[in-house]
Nanobody, 129 residues
Framework: QVQLVESGGGLVQAGGSLRLSCAAS????????MGWFRQAPGKEREFVAT????????YYTDSVKGRFTISRDNAKNTVYLQMNSLKPEDTALYYC??????????????????????WGQGTQVTVSS
């Protein structure tokens, strides 16, 4: 059974950087789109970024564009989220996930939590001012 494990979260001051990793075991996700989501206390889970199976297409929520970069290394079965210029409002529990194995012509499909079927346990990111 496939499992996802996130790592790389921690405490950082505003303006700092972190790199999150998501490693898969049990089954490769090289043929699937991947996503990063985050959830702050008292709020619903929010889309952050997604990447196509080939790594050629990416999409980000407006609040992180220009600051975050999603990437993947299919040979290592790992997805990354490089986060720069962090802000206190980025504080949340960050999750990676595997999208359902269908073709979707619109990136909107990959911004919805219910369209992912495998999730990691989350890694905490806390940004202080």
């Amino acid at each position: 059974q496939v499992q996802l494990v996130e790592s790389g979260g921690g405490l950082v001051q505003a303006g700092g950087s972190l790199r999150l990793s998501c490693a898969a075991s049990g089954r490769t996700f090289g043929g699937y789109a991947m996503g990063w989501f985050r959830q702050a206390p008292g709020k619903e889970r929010e889309f952050v970024a997604t990447i196509a199976w080939s790594g050629g297409n990416t999409y980000y929520t407006d609040s992180v564009k220009g600051r975050f970069t999603i990437s993947r290394d299919n040979a290592k079965n790992t997805v990354y989220l490089q986060m720069n210029s962090l802000k206190p409002e980025d504080t949340a529990l960050y999750y990676c996930a595997v999208a359902r194995g269908i073709y979707a012509s619109s990136v909107h499909y990959y911004t919805t939590t219910t369209n992912y079927d495998v999730w990691g346990q989350g890694t905490q990111v806390t940004v202080s001012s």
